[in-house]
T-cell receptor
Framework: AQKVTQAQTEISVVEKEDVTLDCVYETRDTTYYLFWYKQPPSGELVFLIRRNSFDEQNEISGRYSWNFQKSTSSFNFTITASQVVDSAVYFCALDRGSTLGRLYFGRGTQLTVWP | SQTIHQWPATLVQPVGSPLSLECTVEGTSNPNLYWYRQAAGRGLQLLFYSVGIGQISSEVPQNLSASRPQDRQFILSSKKLLLSDSGFYLC???????????????FGPGTRLTVL
């Protein structure tokens, strides 16, 4: 069975702090895809990143970075020098890769960045 | 560029009333389309997905149904709403065709439904 766990329900930080959002997944598939989405207060989910199971290279995009470790089944997301605009709910999701767009979402982490 | 629209943005309906939520996508052809529900507690649950006109797959048994009368139109319906149908409904699309599921999904702005 597929499962995504985001153990952190809520995180609060002060602006300019670094923050890491954890994501642990379960799957028996050898091919799968991992995603992060951001949901600002407006409600619309914004795609951040996609990673396939064969690419364990970490990725950096501006203040965002992602650490994918198959050995621990984790795909963590770090925001460096957080800003108030980063406040949102962040979702990690898993796609098996063998079915059409069947995304398994974690329950999300509410990040609040205080000025 | 592609855009996805949902309406209405908010809806308050009495228990037992019918429901129709609409989603349309512009700027792409033959997309895969999805309906999700986000209940209190923030988790997203896939309700339906469609790979083409008239082709609907249901993920969970429920009080809702979906239809795809046109290539870029996806409708979520109910004949009689329940209190438990309250939530935030999101439509999404991804590139269609023989995808392995690797393509990201792009979400609409959502409809907030309150059933009283």
């Amino acid at each position: 069975a597929q499962k995504v766990t985001q153990a952190q329900t809520e995180i609060s930080v002060v602006e300019k702090e670094d923050v890491t959002l954890d994501c642990v997944y379960e799957t028996r598939d050898t091919t799968y895809y991992l995603f992060w989405y951001k949901q600002p207060p407006s409600g619309e989910l914004v795609f951040l990143i996609r990673r396939n199971s064969f690419d364990e290279q970490n990725e950096i995009s501006g203040r965002y970075s992602w650490n994918f470790q198959k050995s621990t089944s984790s795909f963590n997301f770090t925001i460096t020098a957080s800003q108030v605009v980063d406040s949102a709910v962040y979702f990690c999701a898993l796609d098996r890769g063998s079915t059409l767009g069947r995304l398994y979402f974690g329950r999300g982490t509410q990040l609040t960045v205080w000025p | 560029s592609q855009t996805i629209h949902q309406w209405p943005a908010t809806l308050v309906q009495p228990v037992g009333s019918p429901l129709s939520l609409e989603c349309t996508v512009e700027g792409t052809s033959n997309p895969n389309l999805y309906w999700y529900r986000q209940a209190a507690g923030r988790g997203l649950q896939l309700l339906f997905y469609s790979v083409g006109i008239g082709q609907i797959s249901s993920e969970v048994p429920q009080n809702l149904s979906a239809s795809r009368p046109q290539d870029r139109q996806f409708i979520l319906s109910s004949k009689k709403l329940l209190l438990s149908d309250s939530g935030f409904y999101l439509c999404a699309w991804s590139v269609g065709g023989l995808t392995s599921g690797s393509d990201e999904q792009f979400f609409g702005p959502g409809t907030r439904l309150t059933v009283l």
